[in-house]
Structures are given as structure tokens and as C-alpha cells.
């Protein structure tokens, strides 16, 4: 086994991976939910971009059925961008099952 042309590989994916990281930085998920009245925009990094809520969901008297809302929409875009972030550095491992 060359350790020369092991070493280079694994500098070759680290490069990869970094490059990778910075651009799931900037790719955005979209999560609705409530039937499309709370929308959540998230990067694959999970930074909250944008969350869009419909006037009729909003009501004095139940702020608990809203919070609710925001707060699924929130989760569920955070865990499309891990599901993209996955599949991205799945590709780039090639299957070695690397922990990210």
C-alpha cells in the first residue's frame, strides 16, 4: 500500500468535503406544513432563512395551534436539509460510511 497515494486521496475528499460544506451552506430546503400555511425556508447547514405564515392560521385565541405550526415547519425543514446534506456527502465518501 502506497502511503504517498493514500495520503493525496484523502486530502483530494477533504477539499471535497469542504467545498461540499460551503455550497449546502448556501442550498436551500422548503418545508410547509398545516397544509401550506406555515412555510419555512432552511439551508442544508439549518439556518432559518425565512418563515412565511398564512393570516388565517393566525388567532388570539389558540397562539399554541400556531406555535405548533412554526415549530414542525422549522423541524421538518431542518430534516430535509440533513436528508440533502447526507446524500451529498454520501456521494462524495463514496459509501465509506465516514461519520458527518
Known amino acids: 500500500m502506497d502511503i ?3 495520503m493525496k ?12 460544506q460551503e455550497e449546502l451552506a ?8 398545516g397544509g401550506g400555511k406555515v412555510t ?5 447547514a439549518g439556518d432559518v432563512q425565512s418563515i412565511k405564515i398564512d393570516k388565517s392560521v393566525v388567532d388570539p385565541e389558540d397562539v399554541e395551534f400556531l406555535q405548533d405550526l412554526v415549530l414542525k415547519g422549522v423541524q ?7 436528508e440533502v446534506s447526507a446524500a451529498e456527502m454520501q ?8 461519520p458527518f
Open 76 to 82: 421538518e425543514a431542518i430534516n430535509k436539509g440533513k
Open 26 to 33: 448556501k442550498k436551500t430546503v422548503e418545508a410547509s406544513v
Open 91 to 98: 456521494k462524495l465518501t463514496g459509501g465509506m460510511g465516514l
Open 4 to 6: 504517498q497515494k493514500l
Open 9 to 20: 486521496q484523502a486530502q483530494k475528499m477533504q477539499a471535497g468535503m469542504a467545498a461540499a
Open 40 to 44: 419555512v425556508v432552511a439551508t442544508c
